[in-house]
């Protein structure tokens, strides 16, 4: 199965800056079928990126989606308050489909 | 308006069975695959299988192969997931979520299983 490897485990930064996450896979994601998902405390995640870049429905334009292959980017270009949460990345390109382990941005 | 909507948490012994459930609604059910997601207390996210409610065309994570059954009625819109014999390890939250790149949602389900 593919293993998807996210880093950092924790992004301590402050609001108004830029925030790169990084999901690195174990081999290439068919179709690059890569998303990202939000998830707060105490709620469902939330779709942000789907197909790689992507942006689900109602997400904003401060989130971006970039890479394929092996190598995938969640940028949030500024931070807001409410982005300060756990973010997931996901691949279902290839059978079983798999989540990495989780980045946590918290307010430095 | 689309949604999963699940069943209510559930309390339950080790060795107990249980089934939950994941009811669509705002779109045809039969349409879209209905996936399934693990997260003990504290923990990430985890894959544990998807189901096509058309053909019942079910595919698991082989962590979950044989510990778990997936299954769906089109004719009620609603999936499931059952246990036949429940461990303390199987507590956790339980998402479904549609498609399989999960757009849609469920708002979990957690089960408890302690003696």
């Known amino acids: 199965e593919v293993v998807l490897t996210q880093s950092p485990g924790t992004l301590s930064l402050s609001p108004g800056e830029r925030a790169t996450l990084s999901c690195r896979a174990s081999q290439t994601v068919n179709s690059n079928y890569l998303a990202w998902y939000q998830q707060k405390p105490g709620q469902a995640p939330r779709l942000l990126i789907y197909g790689a870049s992507n942006r689900a429905t109602g997400i904003p334009d401060r989130f971006s989606g970039s890479g394929s292959g092996t190598d995938f980017t969640l940028t949030i270009s500024r931070l807001e308050p409410e982005d300060f949460a756990v973010y997931y990345c996901?691949?279902?390109?290839?059978?079983?489909?798999?989540f990495g382990q989780g980045t946590k941005v918290e307010i430095k | 308006e689309v949604q999963l909507v699940q069943s209510g948490a559930e309390v339950k012994k080790p060795g107990e069975s249980l089934k939950i459930s994941c009811k669509g609604s705002g779109y045809t059910f039969a349409t879209y695959w209905i996936g399934w997601v693990r997260q003990m207390p504290g923990k990430g996210l985890e894959w544990m299988g998807i189901i096509n409610p058309g053909d019942s065309d079910t595919r698991y994570s082989p962590s979950f192969q044989g510990q778990v059954i997936i299954s769906a009625d089109k004719s009620t819109s609603t999936a499931y997931l059952q246990w036949s014999s429940l461990k303390a390890s199987d507590t956790a939250m339980y998402y479904c979520?549609?498609?399989?790149?999960?757009?849609?949602w469920g708002q979990g389900t957690m089960v408890i299983v302690s003696s």
């Open positions: 996901q691949q279902y390109g290839n059978s079983p489909q798999t």
């Open positions: 979520a549609r498609d399989h790149a999960f757009h849609i």
